[in-house]
Each structure stands twice: as C-alpha cells, then as structure tokens.
C-alpha cells in the first residue's frame, strides 16, 4: 500500500512542542528502553520516522503517542539529544487538533494569543453574564442562591454538560474513525467492542499505567505521578458530579456539620485538586524532571485554572463561613469565570482531553489485538470436513 508523503509535516509536528526531530538517526535506543513497547508498538522510534518521511496519514491511524506515558528514559539516553519524550509529547496535542473538527485545538495548541486570549474573553462573559442575570443582593446574612438561583445555574450546568458530551464524543468518533477505520486492513468484529470494554472502564478509572512508568526509577521524589494523577482525576471528577447532577445539594445556604457528607466531599476534591495542581506548576517552576523540563502554554493552562477554581472555592466557603454575604457573592462570580474556560474549552479541546483519550486508544490497541489473535486462528484452524 503507497503512502502519501506530506512534506511540511515535521514543520507542522514543531509548532505543538519542542523535540528535534530531524537530529534523530533511528538508532532504536527510545524503543528499547521504553517499558511500553512492543513488535506491534515500537514507539517512539517508528513514530519518529513517520514525521521524519512525512507520512502524515500513518501518524493519524496511529495510537503509540497515547501508549507513552513519558517517564523520560528515552531523553534521557538518547545519544543524539533528539528528546523522542518530548517529540511523543508534540504528537499527542497534533493528535488531539486532528481529532477536533472545529480546529480550535489546533488554534490553542499553536497559538499563544489564541489560548489566553478565548480563555479571558468567556471568562468575562461568563462574569458579565453572573453580574447581568443575579438576584438581589442581599447583605444583612448571606444568601447566596438568593444572588445566584440554583435552579438557573443548574439549568445552565445542564447545558455545559450537553455541550461537553457533544463535542466530546464527535471528537471521539472521529478518533474512532481514523484508528479502527483507516488504520485497519480487515473490520473488526463487533463482540470485541463488548468484550473488551473493561479495559476502557480499569485505564479510565486506575490510571495504572503510570506504575509501570515509575517503577524502575531508581529515585523517586515524594508521591508517583499514577497517585498524583489518580487523585486529581477523582477530584475532578467528584466536583463535575457533584455540580452538574447534585448542585441543589450542594450548593446551599445552610451550613452543614463538619462532619456531613457534603461537606467532606467537597473537602476531599479541594484537596487533591489543590495538591495535584500545585504539584504540576511546581515541578514545572523547578524543572527537575524529564517530565517538567520543557513546559507548552496548554501544560501551565490547565493547572493554573485547577488552582485558581479550587482556591476560589476555598474562599467562597470561607466567606459563607463567616457570614461575608458580599465578598461571597462576587468571590463565586470570579469562580465562575475560572470553571467555564476550564470546562468549555480545557475539557473537549486542551490538556484535560488526554485523560480520556489514552484509556480509549488502550482500549483500541486491546480490541485490535484480540481482533488480530481471532484472524490468526481461524488461518491456522483446519478446515471442517464435508
């Protein structure tokens, strides 16, 4: 089968990241030290070599970006200083503007102005339309769903949470379509879309392949990246839930017992999420990892809006704490206009979506095994007799 060369493609892989491409020589050092690799899978040298003849198909078909989980081994011995993590690390954002068909990813992720710029602009929308839209301010107790009905915001989470789940699973689709689709020879039985399913549901929820990134480290410093993300992946996700599904709950003017479910619920996903966001932007100040040492805008982006959503939040019980009715009022506006661009447009277009696209391209890889180890026995299967 021929294969279409593209020869601006290693111009278009460096506007998503650092890494030079063109001083790598194939010697195969990355491929052998990287845990993850296989004969099917031998990333990052074979991924390099696509971009290197520009085939830019091959790269879209493909899932090795989203197996690297960047433990740094390979930039590390890497005798040209070619930084195959990093270059791993460029494709996968490439990966993410190609699935997007909005081609907002793609002005995100090669665009500074675009980036901060969409993300100031819906942040002030959002707090015009809080001020606009408020109830009356009263300032004698505080009484915040009296300023921000409950059954509007709840409405308008309701809607964010459709608009999310529609771009999402369109740019899902079409990760489908160009990895299950154009990168098959032979179509893959449906069964296998069920039978493996469990391999979305355990990467989805464990995140345990960052065990096997850290696990032969010979120094480690303080808690492995697996916990670190593990814990702001269950605060994220506790937070969403609790505010798109159970937001009459949890947003009230009565204050509950320490000890209420509500409350350390909360508690338990303000901490992770301060921890995990701090974690990031500090190791990314220091640059003392593989990992951190080089940092996009979208890598700052995101923890930064964690941080700024979860000290906010920590400010707004506060102030209800202390009966602070003004100070809460406008505090949760400012809240507001942090939760929106990390949601609107961090989640289906930015750094967030990696979080589901590398369980599902896990996902793919089992079904297109077991779909391969199928086609093998019915070959050597023998034939039936008449």
């Known amino acids: ?71 740094g081994d390979c930039s590390q011995t890497c005798p040209r200083g070619a930084e195959p993590g990093e270059i791993m690390m460029s494709l996968r954002r490439w990966l993410t503007a190609q699935y997007d068909w909005t081609g907002l990813a793609k002005k995100f992720y090669t665009s500074k102005a675009w980036e901060i710029g969409s993300m100031v602009v819906l942040g002030l929308l959002v707090a015009f339309l809080a001020l606009f ?36 699973a369109t740019n899902v689709f079409r990760m489908h379509k160009n990895i299950m689709w154009d990168g098959m020879d032979k179509k893959v039985p449906l069964k296998l879309y069920f039978t493996e399913a469990w391999e979305l549901i355990l990467h989805t929820l464990t995140q345990k392949r960052w065990i096997q990134c850290d696990e032969d480290k010979e120094e480690k410093e303080g808690i492995s ?21 159970f937001l009459n709950w949890f947003q009230t003017d009565e204050i509950y017992s320490f000890w209420h479910p509500q409350r350390l619920l909360g508690y338990y996903a303000t901490a992770v999420l301060l921890f995990g966001s701090g974690s990031a932007i500090w190791g990314r100040i220091k640059k003392n990892t593989q990992l ?95």
């Open 225 to 245: 990246k697996w916990l670190t993300h593990l814990l702001m992946m269950s605060g994220y996700g506790l937070m969403l839930i609790m505010v798109v599904f």
């Open 133 to 168: 839209l408020s109830g009356p301010i009263v300032t004698d107790q505080v009484e915040l769903n009296t300023f921000a009905p409950v059954h509007i915001i709840h409405i308008a989470d309701l809607i964010l949470a459709g608009f999310l789940t529609f771009f999402i």
């Open 1 to 71: 089968m021929s294969i279409r060369v593209d020869p601006d493609l290693l111009l278009e892989i460096k506007e998503y990241g650092d890494g030079e491409v063109e001083t790598c020589f194939n010697c195969g050092n990355c491929t052998a030290i990287c845990p993850f690799t296989t004969d099917d899978y031998p990333f990052p040298r074979n991924m390099i070599r696509l971009v290197q003849i520009g085939a830019k198909d091959k790269l879209k078909q493909s899932i090795d970006p989203w197996l690297c989980y960047y433990c």
């Open 292 to 386: 951190h040492r080089f940092s996009h805008l979208s890598d700052w982006i995101f923890p930064i809006l964690l941080l700024a959503v979860s000290i906010t939040g920590i400010l707004i019980h506060s102030f209800r704490y202390f009966g602070l009715p003004i100070a809460t009022y406008y505090t949760y506006i400012i809240h507001l206009a942090f939760v929106a661009p990390m949601l609107v447009l961090e989640v289906p277009f930015g750094k967030w979506s990696h979080l589901y696209y590398r369980p599902l391209a896990i996902y793919f890889q089992a079904i297109k095994e077991k779909a391969k180890q199928e086609q093998a026995s019915a070959k050597t299967a023998p034939a039936s007799a008449d």
